[in-house]
């Protein structure tokens, strides 16, 4: 048996032995928390170290570049590409914010192109401006292009880009020729996906202002274009081939279309838009190529359109390809002063150069136009002039309020080749007249 004084004894022992490891382990913990702080503090100087490597660098934003850091003046009279053209590659290659600081910067051309490491955003708290002078471009090409970017935002802050096109408008022929696609679009977005622009102005271009093409989930808001009613073929926004763009809350003054809307357009909602001067809201004109993809789903909502030489619209070529524009909507749109408020024109030939006579092929179906109402600056408010070859179908007007009050007298409806679906209140009366070409 062991003695009670054995077992103190034990107890003891095993005391002191926890009490020395105890105290052994305690500057292990120390030195291993020293450690950890080291390799931290050294992981903070060596990405300080990277940001003071990198120029234009914000700290701690390794990714994010000021293009004034980078050389450019904002001055508006050094051209300051060569800066946006380094901060673009930085940034892109990994993700970041490209910062523009408050000037006015003078570029000749930016081509922003992707694709790119992650989400990019190009944040404008200064103005870019366009050479005055006239160059001739490749076709359809961009003063500024950004092309082929995914997770793209583009924070505007109420920045003008100015193209400085009156030079370009004096030399313009377009009314003659019918080509002028030599001349640089103002702002080309190709390719771009679940992208945002948003606060921006778009003054004086010397063609298009905007060109949206091939993008997918785009949305557009708070746009300004700004340029007189004499700048030739200076569509404001022009979108074609596009899936899911909308474009919220934009007021445009321009030369030609106000939005014009091409072949390959689908999902397109367009709401809250302030229109004129200009050439109205147009889808196409649509036909003049063959193999040109459908146009479907599109809402125009919620406008207001004063001043113009149309309204709302859709034109066809005579003697066209096949062709399908299908499933619109022009809801909730007010007019004032608008020539020719709402149009179908299936014989629509500018400058009179088209196949006369010969039957548009592009196929108009499930169209509906509906709570329009306002003042018309013509006689005839409302003009259905749909293909012989190939006519309308499901045309619905519902909801018409026009009038006009001109010493020719009230307004009219005119129309050919359609016989609309009605319902609600008419004014004018549908389709009291025969349509016919011209204004």
Not at 203 to 215: A, D, P, Q, R, V
Request: with cysteine.
């Amino acid at each position: 048996m062991v003695s009670f004084r054995t077992t103190n004894r034990l107890f003891f022992i095993v005391l002191v032995v926890m009490v020395t490891v105890l105290a052994d382990a305690t500057p292990l913990a120390d030195k291993a928390k020293d450690a950890a702080t080291a390799v931290g503090d050294k992981a903070k100087d060596a990405a300080t170290s990277l940001d003071a490597k990198v120029p234009g660098a914000v700290p701690g934003a390794k990714a994010s570049c000021d293009v004034k850091v980078l050389g450019a003046k904002g001055d508006g009279k050094t051209d300051d590409c060569a800066a946006f053209a380094t901060a673009w590659k930085d940034v892109c290659a990994a993700g970041g914010t490209l910062i523009v600081p408050k000037g006015d910067y003078l570029v000749g051309s930016l081509e922003l192109k992707g694709p790119c490491k992650g989400p990019v955003t190009l944040e404008l708290n200064g103005n870019l401006k366009a050479p005055a002078t006239v160059a001739a471009t490749k076709p359809h090409a961009g003063w500024i292009e950004i092309d082929n970017v995914c997770d793209f935002t583009l924070k505007g802050n109420n920045a003008i880009l100015d193209g400085q096109g009156a030079l370009a408008w004096k030399v313009n022929d377009c009314a003659k020729t019918g080509k002028c696609n030599s001349l640089p679009i103002n702002i080309r977005l190709t390719g771009l996906t679940n992208s945002k622009i948003m606060g921006i102005t778009s003054t004086n271009s010397k063609l298009f202002h905007m060109n949206i093409i091939n993008c997918k989930n785009l949305t557009l808001e708070n746009i300004g274009i700004d340029a007189p009613a004499e700048s030739l073929n200076t569509d404001g926004i022009h979108i074609g081939r596009s899936n899911g763009v909308n474009l919220i809350g934009a007021k445009i003054r321009t030369g030609d279309d106000c939005v014009s809307i091409g072949d390959g357009t689908e999902n397109l909602i367009i709401e809250n838009v302030e229109c004129g001067p200009g050439h109205g809201i147009s889808i196409g004109s649509l036909g003049l190529y063959p193999n040109e993809q459908p146009v479907r789903g599109v809402t125009v909502r919620k406008c207001l359109i004063k001043n113009t030489d149309n309204g709302v619209r859709i034109k066809t070529w005579p003697g066209s390809p096949p062709g399908i524009a299908s499933n619109i909507l022009f809801e909730d749109i007010t007019m004032d002063n608008v020539s020719t408020p709402v149009l179908i024109d299936q014989e629509y030939c500018p400058h009179g150069k088209c196949k006369a006579g010969v039957p548009s092929q592009v196929k108009l179906s499930d169209v509906t136009i509906k709570n329009i109402k306002g003042t018309s600056a013509t006689k005839v408010a409302v003009k259905l002039m749909c293909s012989k070859g190939c006519p309308c179908t499901n045309i619905s007007l519902a909801d018409i309020n026009l009038v006009h009050n001109g010493k020719e007298g009230p307004a009219v409806s005119a129309c050919s080749n359609i016989k609309p679906i009605l319902s609600g209140k008419l004014v004018p009366e549908a389709c009291t007249e025969v349509a016919k070409p011209g204004p």
